[in-house]
C-alpha cells in the first residue's frame, strides 16, 4: 500500500518533470533559430552598408558625408547658375555658418499626433513641418528674400516667353531614403536598392495630385485647374504646361515635389495597383503611417502619442543639416512645454500668450525665462485670425448684419488684455505683414450704437419685445440666436466667445458658444454645418485669393469658401490678379479686393499674430524663415 | 421574599427606525455640523441674487418705480441656465414657503395626532408642496420671461454723472458672473475679492453663482442613477433567476467601458452641450453600482419572514417590493447618494476642465481649467477649495450617515 502510493507519486513527479524539460527544450530551440535569424539578418545588412560605402550611417559615428563639409556642387548646377534664362539664382546666404559644430540630438515639441506621413494627403501644420525636414521640391524661396528662388531638387528652370510651359531640369545625385520598414522579415526585399529622384517620380506626384479618387490632394488640386499637360522629358528633365499663364502657376510649380513610385504604385508584397484604383489605394497606402522623402532628414521612428525621430541624411547633396537627430516629443498639454524649456527637456518652443504672461510678463526675476538661461525672439509669421459668418444662414446673408457683427467685436480689448499685444488688427483676407497689406483702412471701431443702427437698417427688430432681435424671414419670425463655434481645448478661443456674448447681448443678440473638439470642429465647418465660427488662416508670401473667396470654391465639398461668399466683383478681381504679373499692378488689384472685403465683411478680422519663442542657450544661430515653417531648424547648431 | 425596587421611568419612547438613525446621527458632531454646513451652501446658493446682480432692487429714472431685479430673476436672457431660474424662483419663494409651512405646521399640532399618524401626514403635506413648486418651475419654463439686456449700472453711473434724476437700489456687488470688461486675469483685490478670470470675469461672483451649479448636478445627476440602479437592481434581486442573469450581464457591460470615455463620446456628439446633458449622461453610466448594492439587499431581505408573509397573504409584486423590501434596503443606498453626489461635482469638474462643459454656467471646473492653462494661482485655488469643501462636507455626511445606520457602531 505504501510501497504502491510512493510509486505512484514518483512517476507522477517524473512525467511532469519530463513534461517541462520538453517544454524548455521547444522554447529554447525557438529562441536559438530566431537569434540565428537576427544574426544573418545583421551580417547581410552590415555586409549591404559595407558595399554601398556608407557604414558610417548604419554605426552613427564615423565619418560624415555632405552636411556642411563637403558639400560639392557638380559642374553643370555651377554652370546653370550663369544661365541668364534661369528662374534660379544662387542663394548666398548659408543655412549654417562656416564653424557650425556637427552632431547632437535637438529636442523639438509637437501639439498632437500627426494623422500620417503621405505628403499629399495630409496638409496639417504638423505634416508640413516634418516635411520641411524630410522632402525636398523642385525650388524655394531664398533664405532671407522671399522675391528670388533657388533650386533645391531641380537646378535649371526655363519659362517659355508665353509663360505657360515650364522646364526644369533635375539634379541626378538625389536618392530617396530607406523606407522604415522591418527589413528582417524578408517581406520587404522589393523596396530594397538606392532609389535615385527621377522626373518620372514628379510626374508620378502629379499623376496622383490630379486623379479625382485621392480627395486629399483637393485642396492643391484647385491650383491647377489650368493644367495641360506634364511629362518626363528624360529621367532628370520635366516639362509641364498650362493653357493660361497664371501667376501662382509659378509657385506652385517651385512647390511640386516627387513621390517615391517605387513604393506608392505597389502594395506591400510589391504587386503593381491596377492604374482605375491607384488613387484609392494610395489615399489609404500601406505605408501612410510613415513618410518617405530625400530630404535633409529621415523619417526614422514615429510613436503615436510618444515621438517623431528623425536621423541626419549624411547623403543629402545639398547640405545644411548640422544635428544627428531631430526628436520630436508629442505634449499634447498646452502646459508641458514652459515648463520642459526650464528643465532643458525641451531646446525650442513657442510660447502661448497665456505662457508668456505667467513665465514672461508677471514671472520671477530669477526665472530661466529672465536671467538669460533661455533666449526669447519673435517672429510675423502669415497668419491672420477670424470670425467666420456663414452667409447661407438667415443671420449673416446681409451685409449689414455682417458689419454689425463687425461693430459689436471688441478686438482691440482682446488683443491688448487677453492676448498681451502680441498681434496687429487686421482688417483684411491678409496677414498685416504681407507686402500688400492696405494700411489706410481702419479697423471696424467697437461702437454698439453703429452695430444696433446697422442692425435695425438690415430689418433685425425686436418685434415681439423679448430682448432678441427677430426678422421675418418667408413667413418665420426668426430670432437672432446663433451658434459660435470654438475649439473647445483652447481657452484663448473661449475666451474671445465669453466676451463677445456679452458685447452681443448688449445690442439684443444672443450667442451660443459651443466649444468642441478640433476633429468635430473642422467636420462641421466643412459640411457648412455652422452659424459662425473663429478660426485663422496661415498662407504664404504671395496673395492668392481663389481658395477661400472665389465663388467656385463655395459650393465645393471640403472647399475653403466656407461661408458661402459669392461677389462677382470679387470673382473678377480674383481672376485678373491671377492672371497679372506685373507687381504694381498686383498691389493695386489686391488693394481693391481688401477695400471691397472690408466692405463686404464676410469674415470679422481679427488679428495677425507674433510669436514668442525660446529656446536653450546652447542652441546657436537662430534665426527665424520668412516662409513657412518658420520655426525650421536648418540654420541651428548645439554648441559643445 | 424581597423584590428589587423598581425605579420610576417613563414608558418607553414609540422610537422609529428614522428616530434612531437620527439620535446616533446627531451624536457624530463633524457629521452633524457637516450637515448644517451643506445646508448653509444651498442658502448660500439660493440667495447669490441678494448679493451680486447686475439690476437694483428698485429703479426710478423719471417713469415710476419699477423692480428690474425681481423681473431679471426669471429672465432667460439674463439668467440663460434653467437651474438659476429654479434657484431664484426658491428665493422669491422662501416668504410665501415658510408662512405656509408654519400655517401647516400649526394645524397638524392641533390635531394631537400620535408620532407616527403624524409624521406620515408631515411626509404627505412635503410631498405636495414639492411637487407644487415644481409645477411652478415647469410651468416658469414653459413660459418664460424675457426682456431686453439693460445695463442698468452703466445707465444709472452715467444719469448721475450727466446729473440726470436716478434712483437706484443695487444689491452690493453689482453685476453677476457673466459680466464681463474687467482688467483680464487680475490678481485678487479690494474690488475683485478672488480676482478676475482670463475672460475678464468676477472669480468671487462665479464661485457663488457656481454652487448652484455643482450642488444641482449633484443631486440630479444622483437621482436619476438611483431610479434606474433601484428599480434594476430590486427586479434582479426580487425575481432572481433569468431576470437577475440579464441585468447582472447588463451591469457588467455598462461597467466595463470607462464612464469617462462614454462621457467623453456622448458630449463630443451634442452640439450645445449643457448641463442637463451631463447631469443625464453622468446618471446613465453611474447607475451600476447601485443596482448591485440593492439587488444584494433584496436577496438577503427576499427570505425573511415578513416578505414570505406578504407573499402568502397575495400582495402584489410591486408592493412587496416597493413597500415592503426596498424601505428595508435603502440604507445602504442613502449611503451610496450621498458619496454619489460629491463623486458627481467631481465628475462635472473633470468634464469642464476638459473643456466640454457648458460655457453659458459659471461651473467651477472651468475657471479651474482656466487657472491651469494660464497659470494663475487665484484661478486654480478658490474654485480648487470650494470643490473641497463641497465634497468633503457631502464625504462627512455621508461617513456619519453609513455609521449611524451600522447596528454595529450603535454606542
Redesign the interface.
Known amino acids: 500500500m505504501q510501497r504502491g502510493f510512493l510509486r505512484a507519486v514518483l512517476s507522477t513527479l517524473l512525467l511532469v518533470g519530463f513534461f517541462v524539460m520538453t517544454i524548455v527544450n521547444v522554447w529554447q530551440s525557438n529562441r536559438i533559430e530566431k537569434n540565428l535569424i537576427n544574426l544573418l539578418n545583421r551580417i547581410e545588412a552590415v555586409e549591404k552598408a559595407l558595399e554601398n560605402n556608407d557604414f558610417g550611417a548604419i554605426s552613427g559615428h564615423g565619418r560624415t558625408r555632405g552636411g556642411i563639409f563637403g558639400v560639392s556642387e557638380p559642374a553643370t548646377v555651377t554652370a546653370a547658375m550663369s544661365d541668364p534664362k534661369n528662374v534660379f539664382s544662387r542663394d548666398n546666404a548659408n543655412w549654417l555658418p562656416s564653424d557650425a559644430k556637427q552632431g547632437g540630438t535637438l529636442n523639438l515639441k509637437m501639439g498632437s499626433d500627426p494623422k500620417g506621413f503621405n505628403w499629399l494627403i495630409e496638409n496639417g501644420a504638423d505634416v508640413s513641418e516634418i516635411q520641411a525636414y524630410v522632402h525636398v521640391q523642385l525650388g524655394n524661396y531664398h533664405l532671407k528674400d522671399v522675391t528670388q528662388y533657388k533650386g533645391e531638387l531641380a537646378y535649371h528652370w526655363e519659362i517659355s516667353e508665353d509663360k505657360r510651359t515650364h522646364t526644369l531640369k533635375l539634379r541626378s545625385d538625389f536618392f530617396w531614403h530607406k523606407p522604415t520598414v522591418d527589413w528582417a522579415s524578408g517581406r520587404y526585399d522589393w523596396l530594397e536598392g538606392p532609389h535615385p529622384v527621377t522626373a518620372h517620380d514628379v510626374v508620378f506626384m502629379l499623376d496622383l495630385m490630379t486623379n479625382d479618387q485621392v480627395a486629399g490632394a483637393a485642396p492643391l488640386r484647385s491650383y491647377f485647374d489650368e493644367l495641360e499637360s506634364y511629362e518626363a522629358l528624360d529621367d532628370h528633365t520635366f516639362r509641364i504646361r498650362f493653357s493660361t499663364p497664371k501667376y501662382m502657376q509659378k509657385v506652385m510649380v517651385m512647390g511640386l515635389y516627387p513621390l517615391p513610385q517605387f513604393l506608392y504604385a505597389n502594395d506591400e508584397v510589391g504587386e503593381a495597383y491596377e492604374p482605375e484604383v491607384i488613387g484609392k489605394r494610395f489615399e489609404d497606402h500601406w505605408y501612410n503611417p510613415m513618410g518617405l522623402g530625400a530630404g535633409p532628414y529621415i523619417l526614422s521612428r514615429y510613436e503615436p502619442g510618444v515621438a517623431v525621430e528623425l536621423k541626419r541624411n549624411p547623403k543629402f547633396p545639398l547640405g545644411g543639416n548640422a544635428m544627428d537627430k531631430i526628436l520630436y516629443s508629442i505634449l499634447k498639454d ?2 508641458q512645454p514652459p515648463r520642459k524649456l526650464r528643465t532643458g527637456e525641451l531646446h525650442l518652443s513657442s510660447l ?1 500668450p ?2 508668456y ?3 514672461v510678463l508677471e514671472g520671477d526675476e530669477d526665472s530661466p525665462f529672465k536671467n538669460g538661461q533661455l533666449q526669447g525672439g519673435e517672429f510675423w509669421s502669415y497668419n491672420y485670425f477670424y470670425i467666420a459668418w456663414n452667409a447661407d444662414q438667415p443671420y449673416f446673408a446681409d451685409k449689414r448684419a455682417r458689419q454689425a457683427m463687425s461693430h459689436a467685436f471688441n478686438a482691440q480689448l482682446l488683443i491688448d ?2 492676448f498681451l499685444g502680441l498681434g496687429e488688427r487686421c482688417t483684411g483676407p491678409m496677414p498685416t505683414v504681407q507686402p500688400y497689406y492696405d494700411r489706410s483702412l481702419d479697423p471696424y471701431s467697437f461702437d454698439l450704437e453703429k452695430a444696433k443702427i446697422l442692425l435695425e437698417e438690415a430689418g433685425w427688430t ?1 418685434s415681439d ?4 432681435r427677430d426678422k421675418l424671414i418667408d413667413g418665420d419670425l426668426v430670432a437672432f440666436d446663433f ?1 459660435f463655434i470654438v475649439f ?4 484663448e478661443y ?2 474671445i ?3 463677445y ?3 452681443l ?2 445690442i ?1 443678440i ?1 450667442m ?6 478640433w476633429a ?1 470642429l473642422l467636420k462641421k465647418v466643412d459640411a457648412r454645418e455652422f452659424d459662425a465660427v473663429t478660426l485663422a488662416w496661415i498662407s504664404g508670401p504671395p496673395v492668392d485669393f481663389r481658395q477661400i473667396w472665389h465663388s467656385s470654391q463655395a459650393d465645393l465639398p471640403k472647399g475653403s469658401n466656407r461661408v458661402g461668399f459669392r461677389n462677382a466683383e470679387a470673382d473678377r478681381i480674383i481672376e485678373a490678379l491671377e492672371l497679372e504679373f506685373d507687381e504694381a499692378k498686383r498691389k493695386a488689384l489686391s488693394h481693391e479686393f481688401h477695400k471691397l472685403l472690408y466692405d463686404e465683411q464676410p469674415y470679422t478680422f481679427f488679428y495677425t499674430r507674433k510669436s514668442t519663442v525660446f529656446w536653450q542657450r546652447e542652441l546657436k544661430n537662430v534665426w527665424f524663415q520668412l516662409t513657412r515653417p518658420h520655426v525650421n531648424t536648418r540654420p541651428f547648431y548645439l554648441e559643445g | 421574599m424581597s423584590q428589587p425596587l423598581l425605579p420610576d421611568v417613563a414608558p418607553p419612547q414609540d422610537q422609529t427606525f428614522g428616530d434612531i438613525v437620527w439620535l446616533q446621527f446627531k451624536k457624530n458632531r463633524v457629521a452633524y455640523f457637516s450637515l448644517w454646513g451643506l445646508g448653509a451652501l444651498f442658502v448660500l446658493a439660493t440667495t447669490a441674487p441678494l448679493v451680486a446682480l447686475g439690476r437694483p432692487f428698485i429703479w426710478n429714472i423719471g417713469e415710476g418705480f419699477s423692480s428690474p431685479w425681481l423681473t431679471g430673476i426669471f ?1 432667460r ?1 439674463y439668467f440663460e441656465n434653467p437651474v438659476d431660474i429654479f434657484f431664484n424662483m426658491l428665493l422669491v419663494m422662501v416668504l410665501p414657503i415658510t408662512a405656509i409651512a408654519y400655517a401647516r405646521h400649526r394645524h397638524i399640532l392641533r390635531l394631537s395626532l400620535d408620532k407616527r399618524p403624524r409624521r406620515a401626514k408631515v411626509l404627505k403635506e412635503l410631498r405636495i408642496g414639492a411637487g407644487l413648486i415644481f409645477v411652478c418651475f415647469v410651468a416658469i419654463l414653459v413660459n418664460p420671461h ?4 439693460t ?1 442698468y449700472a452703466d445707465i444709472a453711473e452715467a444719469r448721475a454723472e450727466a446729473g440726470e434724476d436716478v434712483s437706484a437700489f443695487f444689491p452690493p456687488v453689482k453685476y453677476m458672473f ?4 474687467f ?3 487680475s490678481r485678487p483685490s479690494a474690488t475683485h475679492w478672488l480676482g478676475v478670470d ?4 468676477d472669480v468671487a461672483v462665479r464661485i457663488l453663482y457656481g454652487t448652484r451649479i455643482s450642488l444641482t448636478i449633484g443631486i440630479i445627476a444622483v437621482a436619476i442613477y438611483m431610479t434606474i440602479g433601484i428599480i434594476l437592481g430590486a427586479l434582479a434581486g426580487f425575481y432572481a433567476g433569468k431576470v437577475d442573469i440579464i441585468i447582472q450581464r447588463l451591469i457588467e457591460i455598462v461597467m466595463s467601458i470607462p464612464a469617462l470615455i462614454i462621457i467623453l463620446v456622448l458630449v ?1 456628439f451634442l ?3 449643457s448641463i442637463f446633458h451631463i447631469m443625464l449622461v453622468i446618471g446613465l453610466v453611474r447607475w451600476t453600482g447601485v443596482a448591485r448594492l440593492v439587488r444584494g439587499e433584496f436577496y438577503r431581505l427576499r427570505g425573511q419572514d415578513f416578505v414570505t408573509s406578504a407573499i402568502a397573504l397575495g400582495y402584489p409584486p410591486q408592493r412587496i417590493i416597493f413597500g415592503h423590501i426596498l424601505p428595508n434596503a435603502m440604507g445602504p443606498v442613502l449611503v451610496a447618494a450621498t458619496f454619489g453626489v460629491a463623486g458627481a461635482i467631481l465628475l462635472e469638474s473633470t468634464l469642464s476642465f ?4 457648458d ?2 454656467a459659471p461651473s467651477w471646473g472651468q475657471t479651474l ?2 487657472g ?5 494661482w487665484h484661478l486654480i485655488l478658490a474654485p480648487g477649495f470650494a470643490i473641497f469643501i463641497t465634497v468633503s462636507l457631502l464625504n462627512l455626511v455621508g461617513e456619519g450617515l453609513r455609521d449611524a445606520l451600522d447596528p454595529k457602531m450603535r454606542k
Open positions: 498646452q502646459n502661448q497665456a505662457q504672461r505667467a513665465e488684455d487677453v425686436d419685445g423679448d430682448g432678441i451658434n473647445g481645448s483652447s481657452n473661449k475666451t466667445g465669453n466676451i456674448k456679452e458685447d447681448a448688449k439684443g444672443k451660443n458658444v459651443s466649444p468642441m473638439e468635430n | 429672465d436672457n424675457a426682456e431686453p439686456y445695463q457673466r459680466k464681463t470688461g482688467k483680464s486675469l482670463e475672460s475678464t470675469r463630443a452640439e450645445k452641450p476638459l473643456g466640454l462643459g460655457l453659458s481649467s482656466e491651469y492653462s494660464s497659470g494663475a
